[in-house]
């Protein structure tokens, strides 16, 4: 008897020790699931509004993309023109600063387009490019007071070939295209390249849409492959422009025999009659011009002075440029004051050459 009552209060133990031990992960279990379920209702109302709010941040829009890729062509565009682009000096028979406009090299050889307008009146002039290279600029080969160009002729050293620009001599533009204009880099941020959109067309005529600083006047208007398709020959709010057709046309009356010649010079300068050379008595020698102080910077030019029964200069006309406008201006401003005997006036020749000491 003993024996059963000792194996029941063993069962019994058992029993209680069981019980004791799950009840607590029982417990644990249901409070796991209820806070599941919980969250299982209310992760679709927290997670909606995160998903609507993401997409726009991951999603670039076409806008942006357009702009990165035509930033990118235009710049190229700009670095591959801009060599061919220059600065042009016009000076009248006396010396005086006329104008400077932009133009642009079309043959290796040193031919270059600019607007006729900015030749008019010009005796000489030089031709500036953004590495530093000056040219003199020898004469008009063709113009067209109509079509508002001029074709020059740039002296070139015949061992070196300028990078110029091809003309386009076929295609129609039609209004809407984009194309580029490009000025000088001397000009500074004037002569940043600009993409503009052609606004109108009117045979070889042109407008495009914006407005351009005045320095553009000259510029070559380029398409995407650098080709040129016109030039800027009204600048400011409305933009004019010539069909490089129309360019190319006068380019093409331009022959081998063609020489350049300053249209200024022949129609003031009559056939000189014979008199005697006058008898120079001051003749003090042009100054090296203030500022310019790099290493190896010289010009060599050619200028006539006339002068009066008294002596006095009355013209200094440049015949030959030093490639130097600063040079230029220091010898006529020092050749006005020579002085020669009275007597009956006349005319002479004089050649300078500066260099950098």
């Avoid at 990118?72 to 600065?87: A, F, H, M, Q, Y």
């Avoid at 500036?128 to 070139?156: F, P, R, W």
């Avoid at 002569?191 to 959109?197: D, I, L, N, V």
Wanted: hydrophobic fraction near 40%; charged fraction near 15%.
């Amino acid at each position: 008897m003993r024996y059963v009552w000792l194996t029941f209060r063993y069962a019994l133990c058992m029993a209680v020790l069981v019980i004791a031990m799950h009840a607590p992960t029982s417990t644990t279990e249901l409070l796991g699931q209820s806070l599941l379920a919980q969250q299982s209702q209310s992760t679709p109302t927290a997670t909606t509004p995160q998903a609507r709010s993401a997409v726009p941040a991951i999603t670039p829009s076409p806008e942006a993309k357009a702009g990165q890729g035509l930033s990118s062509d235009l710049e190229k565009i700009g670095t591959n023109v801009r060599p061919s682009v220059i600065w042009v000096t016009v000076f009248d028979s006396k010396g005086n600063l006329l104008r400077t406009e932009s133009g642009f090299f079309i043959s290796a050889d040193g031919r270059l387009a600019t607007t006729e307008r900015a030749v008019e009146g010009g005796a000489n002039a030089v031709a500036k490019t953004a590495d530093g290279g000056i040219y003199n600029i020898s004469g008009i080969l063709a113009s067209s007071k109509d079509l508002n160009v001029a074709i020059l002729q740039a002296e070139v050293k015949p061992q070196k070939l300028l990078k110029f620009l091809e003309l386009t001599r076929t295609g129609e533009l039609a209004v809407g295209a984009s194309v580029v204009v490009i000025g000088s880099a001397l000009a500074g941020n004037d002569g940043s390249a600009r993409e503009m959109t052609i606004a109108a067309e009117h045979g070889n005529d042109f407008e495009l849409q914006g407005t351009t600083p005045a320095s553009a006047a000259g510029s070559p208007i380029v398409d995407e492959a650098g080709a040129v398709v016109g030039v800027v020959t009204s600048a400011g709010e409305k933009t004019i422009a010539r069909s490089s057709a129309a360019l190319a046309s006068l380019f093409s009356k331009v022959t081998s025999d063609t020489r350049p010649r300053w249209l200024a010079s022949a129609e003031g300068s009559p056939t000189p009659k014979a008199t005697p050379k006058p008898r120079i008595v001051y003749a003090p020698a042009p100054s090296f011009p203030r500022g310019i102080s790099q290493g190896g910077v010289s010009g060599t030019g050619r200028f006539r002075l006339s002068f009066d029964p008294n002596g006095n200069v009355t013209n200094v006309q440049v015949i030959r440029s030093t490639g130097n406008p600063y040079f230029d201006q220091s010898a006529i401003k020092t050749f006005r004051e020579w002085k020669s005997a009275p007597g009956q006036g006349g005319s002479v020749t004089v050649p300078v050459t500066f260099q950098t000491r």
